[in-house]
Nanobody
């Protein structure tokens, strides 16, 4: 199973950025997908997750209302649309996929995921 995240870069505060994560090696449409981030010197934290059909989404308090997670199962890709970016959103962003299909257990915990992308850096400047 491989996850390839892309789309990171430098963006000004208040701006937007779209991250993508392409998944190969498994039946993508059977699995919850999550996005996490890790700022320098901090723990990895939950950003957003989406159910296998895309009908349910979950967000952290910090990102709700500004970020949108969505997926295209025909393309084996999950996205994270980030808007109204703040300097505190600066981090390496990771996409992740759990071990079990059709399960949203512990979707908000890093331990709930088995496979991880390599991360993509997002830097928000003031």
């Amino acid at each position: 199973v491989q996850l390839q995240a892309s789309g990171g870069g430098l963006v000004q505060a208040g701006g937007s950025r779209l991250l993508s994560c392409a998944v190969s090696g498994r039946a993508f449409s059977r699995y919850v997908m999550g996005w996490f981030r890790q700022a320098q010197g901090k723990e990895r934290e939950f950003v957003a997750a989406i159910s296998w059909e895309g009908t349910a989404t979950w967000y952290s308090t910090a990102t709700k209302g500004r970020f949108t997670i969505f997926r295209r199962n025909t393309e084996n890709t999950v996205y994270l649309q980030m808007s109204s970016l703040k300097t505190e959103d600066t981090a390496v962003y990771y996409c992740a996929s759990p071990e079990e299909p059709y399960s949203a257990e512990d979707y908000f915990l890093p331990s709930g995921y088995r496979y991880w992308g390599q991360g993509t850096q997002v830097t928000v400047s003031s």
